[in-house]
């Protein structure tokens, strides 16, 4: 397949002869334990500067903070008066009250147990945290968590220009940790057997070695019936706890799908949790999408229903993989 020839007037195409899912060619000989976990070493080597996503960018409003658990930690982000990201501990420190809660007042954080009042800066033993919002994800720094030496800023991939994109973010919780997400990403050879109702005719055409670290995928996304969008994807690993597929050529190039894998702590019973942040931001070069990005509102619930349903069952690949890695049973 070379999507760049096609015809770029009609960006679908109709599968003349379709093979049922069973039938497919099977893709395990390919998917080699070694080469997946060769690819994860690489992405947990490379600096991640100790930044964190908590979620999007469009979630960080001015009335109220954004909050998550953050390697055990409660941390919460708002929006100062001059618009840019404050971070710090969510716990007040006056009586412990959950800053979750509490509203947000002229950039000011003012706790709703007795209000005292957080501008960013440190008081009474609160000491703030770096804070960084790229224009689609928010991002805090946890040097403490984190353990490696500091960055200015997080490690962000390369989009598109935020004028030519259409941005949707999809979150989502597993029983699990960062690296089972990560590896779930590198393993593309899954995406047309374990998401038929998404993905078919796929082809990983590289694999990392030693010269080169992407995977570069032929995939068609399913439409509707035999009706598909072949395209070309490689997937990297800039930091050790994101993933982004970018697509290269065929429709939409341009287009990035970054997964990001924040850990949360534990739950009552020890097992650990992670978040999902993924991030799409599509682009095209055809007229009709400057439509679709005025129906951005109408265009961003879909998006994060298409990404939820493919989330639901590689969250659970995530979960499977860690608790046959806790037990010792894990074949890889």
Known sequence: MNPGRRDRRVPLSLRRRPVPWHRQEPTWREARPAVIARALKQAQARPSG?????????????????????????????????????????ICPHLGAPLAD????????????????????????WQPLPAFDD?????????????????DAPVVPERPAAADGLTAVYTGFGTCEPEDVVANRLDPWHGAWFHPYSFVDLTVVNSPDASDDRFTVDVSFKVAGRLVVPVRAVFTAPEPRTVVMRITEGEGVGTVVETHATPLG???RGR??????????????????????????LMRPLMRTAAGRLWRDDLAYAERRWQLRSTGRFPG
């Open 50 to 90: 100790n930044w964190y996503v908590v979620g999007a960018s469009e979630a960080l409003r001015r009335d109220r903070p954004l909050a998550l658990n953050v390697a055990g930690r409660e941390v919460v982000v708002w929006r100062g008066r001059d618009g840019r990201p404050l971070a710090g501990p969510g």
């Open 102 to 125: 509490s509203p947000v007042r002229c950039g000011t954080l003012v706790c709703h147990w007795h209000g005292l009042a957080l501008d960013g800066e440190p008081f009474a033993g």
């Open 135 to 151: 224009g689609v994800l928010v991002w805090v720094r946890l040097d403490e968590a984190g353990g490696e030496p500091a960055l």
């Open 266 to 268: 534990t739950d009552e």
């Open 272 to 297: 650990p949790r992670t978040a999902v942040v993924e991030a799409v931001v599509a682009t095209s070069g055809r007229r009709g999408f400057s439509l679709a990005r005025r129906a951005a509102p």
